[in-house]
């Protein structure tokens, strides 16, 4: 069974306080890492997608990286608007395309 | 990014009535869709998956004669909540693949409809 563990459950910062969030998956052959916004009361708003080990991509102050347990979410010098909640998600190798197991989320407040 | 519109928002109704949600892919077609539901602090859990002409296949322990899916056209799923109850109340959410197959498929999601049944 795939699954997703998320860490921390919730983190605070100051504005400016650059940190980490984690995500460690167990699927049975990795098609894709997902990275999502989501803001209360709304849809997740995608962010990233990573395929392979090594991969990073970055999005102004956010910047994903992934090996093959877990992915981190850096967020650097983080401003209020970057509150939210960031779910990471994996898609496995022989599902239907877009079907997504997700982890529990992080709750992010940065405080000005 | 592509665009799906989930309708209504929100919605309260009386427990033992049915809601019926739609989810809509809006600038391309959507051979599949994926519905979820999100209790308050939790995180997305997948109820079915809503194919374009066939049944929908349900997640386990979710019951299918309660949430009904219908998916008659290429761009709209409809969830009907039946015999609605209050544990039913939750945030419900429809994703849509696009494009629906490849390495470059991403999962679009709608803004959600919060279901409150009293």
């Known amino acids: 069974e795939d699954q997703v563990t998320q860490s921390p459950e919730a983190l605070r910062l100051q504005e400016g306080e650059s940190s980490s969030l984690n995500c460690s998956y167990t699927?049975?052959?990795?098609?894709?890492l997902f990275w999502y916004r989501q803001d209360p009361g709304k849809g997740p708003e995608f962010l990233f997608t990573l395929y392979s080990a090594g991969e990073e991509k970055e999005k102004e102050r956010l910047k994903a990286t992934l090996t093959k347990k877990e992915s981190f979410l850096h967020i650097t010098a983080p401003k209020p608007e970057d509150s939210a909640t960031y779910l990471c998600?994996?898609?496995?190798?022989?599902?239907?395309?877009?079907?997504?197991?997700f982890g529990q989320g992080t709750i992010l407040t940065v405080h000005p | 990014g592509a665009v799906v519109s989930q309708h209504p928002s929100w919605v309260i109704c009386k427990s033992g009535t049915s809601v019926k949600i739609e989810c809509r892919s809006l600038d391309f077609q959507a051979t599949t869709m994926f519905w979820y539901r999100q209790f308050p602090k939790q995180s997305l859990m997948l109820m079915a998956t809503s194919n374009e002409g066939s049944k929908a296949t349900y997640e386990q322990g979710v019951e299918k004669d309660k949430f009904l899916i219908n998916h008659a056209s290429l761009t709209l799923s409809t969830l009907t909540v039946t015999s609605a109850h209050p544990e039913d109340s939750s945030f419900y959410i429809c994703s849509a693949p696009n494009p629906p197959t490849g390495v470059d498929t991403e999962a679009f999601f709608g803004q959600g409809t919060r279901l409150t049944v009293v």
């Open positions: 699927v049975s052959g990795l098609r894709g």
């Open positions: 998600a994996v898609q496995a190798r022989g599902t239907s395309y877009g079907k997504l197991t």
